[in-house]
């Protein structure tokens, strides 16, 4: 929620009659004072303005990963962007990072900490200077993890440079590429569409061209780090609708239609939340959205005429309404896309022979 500056504005009109005598000769030679007078319209243009809360939405692409490997590590970084740098803005951003990490390893060799400064290129461009697991981060940054690290983030011919934020929190690693963000991952069989085969045949390859190059470059700074790859997931329980996080129970959501969980009189468009205590294959989805009503500020303002003047500002206010839909998730195997088309359900496919199939319930509000 953020804030929307709404304006108002009235013109006001008033006169003045400005007197004055000034001397002129009569018919007979004589000199003799001439009173005139004249009237002056003015106007002036009052403006006001308030702040009221209003609700922004834009799309943020991201990627979370969880690994078992370096559990109490925790740090983040943001993109520095050395690979559109020129030389000098290169040589400034290393340098000053450099200077606020060495005031870091000075003053937790003061405290009695062991953060260390081994590879001054790496520290300076990945720049997690928040970290607080010094020992599980070198064991995460090897060698020839912090060598391959480097040379993704220099490289924008093939993959996209250093355009991407890092944020590690235990066992969760979530990576913001700013790349994804131009990118939607839509598997939509009709997006392929065209009346010409060779059309349709280009369509269909470059879409997987672009989805394969934009998630590959999404994953490559958790693929620079060997101990991810060696560190394998823990065991799981088979595929299952109970197993489906609240995330991806969104999705399948928002491909049954946004339509079935927009609540009434709803004026924004609806962001779509599982409840994240479900029970067995069905879950509350709930869609969040504003309705609006028009308001009215007045704002006394003193004009140029001496007058006070009420200046009426017209803006509108954004109230919270919520619906919730229930919505029914089976796992089925060896199921077609097609069969669940005609339905109308929708379909994740989470394996080569089980698939997630989406379907309403009876609305609860």
């Avoid at 697991?133 to 924008?156: C, D, G, I, Y």
């Avoid at 060997?226 to 491909?255: C, F, K, L």
């Avoid at 005609?342 to 379907?359: C, E, P, Q, Y």
Wanted: some cysteine; hydrophobic content about 35%; aromatic content about 10%.
């Amino acid at each position: 929620m953020g804030e929307k500056t709404w304006s108002g504005s009235k013109t006001i009109h008033w006169t003045e009659t400005r007197n004055w005598t000034e001397m002129q000769q009569n018919a007979n030679g004589q000199t003799v004072p001439v009173h005139r007078s004249e009237t002056i319209s003015h106007s002036q243009t009052l403006t006001a303005s308030i702040s009221r809360p209003c609700p922004y939405y834009h799309n943020n692409t991201q990627l979370w990963y969880a690994n078992e490997a370096a559990p109490n590590l925790s740090f983040s970084r943001v993109a520095s962007n050395i690979d559109e740098k020129g030389a000098f803005s290169a040589w400034r951003l290393k340098r000053a990072n450099k200077k606020a990490l060495d005031k870091k390893q000075k003053q937790s060799l003061a405290q009695g900490g062991n953060f260390m400064l081994t590879d001054s290129e790496f520290e300076t461009l990945f720049n997690a200077h928040d970290r607080d697991h010094e020992v599980e981060f070198r064991l995460l940054f090897t060698p020839l993890a912090r060598k391959q690290m480097l040379s993704l983030m220099k490289e924008n011919t093939e993959g996209y440079g250093d355009d991407f934020a890092f944020v590690k929190t235990g066992k969760m690693n979530a990576i913001f590429p700013r790349h994804l963000q131009k990118f939607e991952f839509i598997e939509a069989p009709l997006q392929f569409s065209h009346f010409n085969f060779k059309a349709a045949r280009q369509r269909f390859i470059d879409y997987h061209h672009d989805f394969f190059r934009h998630l590959y470059f999404a994953f490559a700074p958790l693929m620079t780090i060997p101990i991810y790859q060696q560190t394998p997931p823990p065991a799981t329980a088979g595929y299952g609708a109970e197993r489906v996080s609240p995330w991806a129970s969104e999705v399948m959501a928002h491909h049954l239609g946004a339509a079935h969980f927009i609540p009434p009189e709803a004026a924004t468009p609806v962001v779509l939340k599982a409840n994240r205590d479900q029970v067995g294959n069905e879950i509350a989805m709930t869609g969040h959205a504003f309705r609006t009503e028009g308001r009215v500020h007045t704002v006394n303002m003193r004009g140029n005429d001496g007058g006070n003047h009420d200046v009426h500002i017209h803006w509108t206010e954004y109230i919270p309404i919520e619906r919730t839909q229930n919505m029914k998730i089976d796992c089925k195997p060896n199921l077609r896309y097609r069969d669940v088309a005609v339905s109308g359900d929708a379909l994740l496919r989470v394996g080569f022979r089980h698939a997630l199939v989406a379907s309403l319930c009876q609305a609860e509000g």
